[in-house]
Structure formats: structure tokens, C-alpha cells
């Protein structure tokens, strides 16, 4: 979980308060779950945009597309977004 000014703002955190940031972080995130499932599956055959298309095979991105940690990195780029 990423934790800085723009994600804490979005969630309405005080600062320096971890214990409610996770809370809320993983609350929110389960809310979100099924759709940054839905999101993350329209991103398969994007590899031809990456830096070396070449190196990523069909089955690596579909394992980094379908995997915890890529969907929580989604959603911390959603909330550094609107915590702006």
C-alpha cells in the first residue's frame, strides 16, 4: 500500500494515523475490488505497448494483469488521482 499526502487525502486520514490509513485503505479497496477486476482484464494484449513487447509473454502479463498486488497498485494510482 502506498501511503503518502494525495492517497491519505482521499481517504480522509489524519496524518501520521497508519492504523486507520490501512483500515480505510483496505475497506475502500475490497468496495472497489470487482471493478479494478473488470478494469484490469481490458488491459490484456496491451504488451505490444511496453517498453520491450518482445519480453512479455501472453502468460506473464496475464499473471501480473490477474495478480493481487498489480490490482492494489491500480487502486493506489486511483486514489493518488482524486486525493490531488
Not at 502506498?2 to 489524519?14: H, Q
Not at 486507520?20 to 472497489?32: C, P
Not at 473488470?38 to 519480453?55: D, G, H, K
Not at 501480473?64 to 482524486?82: C, G, K, P
Amino acid at each position: 500500500l502506498v501511503y503518502d499526502r494525495r492517497a491519505r487525502s482521499a481517504l480522509r486520514t489524519k496524518d501520521g494515523d497508519l492504523n486507520d490509513y490501512y483500515t480505510k485503505w483496505r475497506k475502500r479497496f475490497e468496495l472497489h475490488r470487482l471493478e479494478i477486476e473488470a478494469a484490469c482484464s481490458t488491459l490484456f494484449e496491451m504488451r505490444q505497448y511496453s517498453i520491450n513487447p518482445e519480453a512479455v509473454t501472453p502468460e506473464f502479463e496475464r499473471d501480473v494483469i490477474q495478480s493481487t498486488w498489480f490490482e492494489e497498485r491500480v487502486f493506489d494510482a486511483y486514489l493518488w488521482h482524486i486525493g490531488a
